[in-house]
């Protein structure tokens, strides 16, 4: 499973590229206007930290304008990959993009038949939001088993990009169903990492080794 950084933030990037588990970046305009800079010299620090898919989103709703802010985009790195909303002006830039051989990453899909058309259109990524649908009593992890068994029914090489996500559970219910990656904030890339029993051995360990006659380990 490839994992993704939910954010703009390039300070948040850079610390959690030095884990070495981060295969991309996925940002949206809320993310890009909480930091107040120039979003393409923003996305050029991002690519340069992550040599990997940074998805970039657009703003434009009609066929032309997203073609023309997805060709403009993927200008700053190959790494690019263009957000498009999974609206009917989107799919049908979604195909435009794909003939052109441009990467795709559908956002917003909240249902499986929406997938589907992702699918069908040529998406290269689509992102189910996980976390919003928990928000409203509806159960975000099974759209995600919904959508990885209908790509699975018809060989669909899209790839299902879980979003929205709110805690681990969210990203290991992920894994077990298959999904191909999982995107989320730094801080639920903090939570995977913590465990209290892990706290609590470490602390012991150390503990131990203070409270004993010991050779010097440092020289």
Known sequence: MKFFIDTANINEIKEAAKLGLIDGVTTNPSLVAKEKKDYFKLLEE?????????????????HDGI????????KISPNIVVKVPIIKEGLKAVKTFSKEGIKTNVTLCFSAMQALLAAKAGATYISPFVGRLDDI????????????????????????????IRHPLHLLEAAMMGADVATMPASVIDQLIKHPLTDIGLEKFLSDWRNQEKPNLIA
Do not use: F, W
């Not at 991002?46 to 970039?56: F, K, L, N, Y």
């Not at 073609?67 to 993927?74: C, D, I, M, Q, S």
């Open 137 to 164: 009593s509806h159960s975000g992890m099974e759209l995600i088993s919904q959508i990885v068994t209908i790509y699975g029914n018809y060989g669909y090489e899209t790839e299902v990009l879980v979003a929205s």
């Open 67 to 74: 073609v023309k802010e997805g060709r403009t985009l993927t």
């Open 46 to 62: 991002i690519c340069s930290v992550i040599d990997g898919p940074i998805s970039a989103e657009v703003i434009s709703t009609d």
